[in-house]
Nanobody, 124 residues
Framework: QVQLVESGGGLVQAGDSLRLSCTAS????????MGWFRQAPGKEREFVSHISQSAAYIYYADSVKGRFTISRDNAKNTVYLQMNSLKPEDTAVYYC?????????????????WGQGTQVTVSS
């Protein structure tokens, strides 16, 4: 069982930046595709970004492309989400997730483990 712990959320103003971190308890972290998802009140959980095991493949949702950057440090069992030029519509609970095996996916149902989420609130 992999435990994922997110941190770094908070309340910021539009245009500001935040960096989210997600640390895994499992020493096999490097074998997982890692993803970030978000869920705003009253909305379904949506894909934000994912990164392959070696970081060779990275994908972003159109809504965050050019503003968010995903990265990972396998030595630290940690995946990051650098969020720049934040907008009020980025307000949501952000979740990291781990997917066993190879192959990227934007479908949250294909991810095996989830963190508890961290709140990001962007004021206008």
């Amino acid at each position: 069982q992999v435990q994922l712990v997110e941190s770094g959320g908070g309340l910021v103003q539009a245009g500001d930046s935040l960096r989210l971190s997600c640390t895994a308890s499992d020493r096999t972290f490097s074998s997982y595709t890692m993803g970030w998802f978000r869920q705003a009140p009253g909305k379904e959980r949506e894909f934000v970004s994912h990164i392959s095991q070696s970081a060779a493949y990275i994908y972003y949702a159109d809504s965050v492309k050019g503003r968010f950057t995903i990265s990972r440090d396998n030595a630290k069992n940690t995946v990051y989400l650098q969020m720049n030029s934040l907008k009020p519509e980025d307000t949501a609970v952000y979740y990291c997730a781990a997917k066993m095996g190879y192959g990227s996916s934007t479908n949250p149902g294909t991810y095996n483990y989830w963190g508890q989420g961290t709140q990001v609130t962007v004021s206008s």
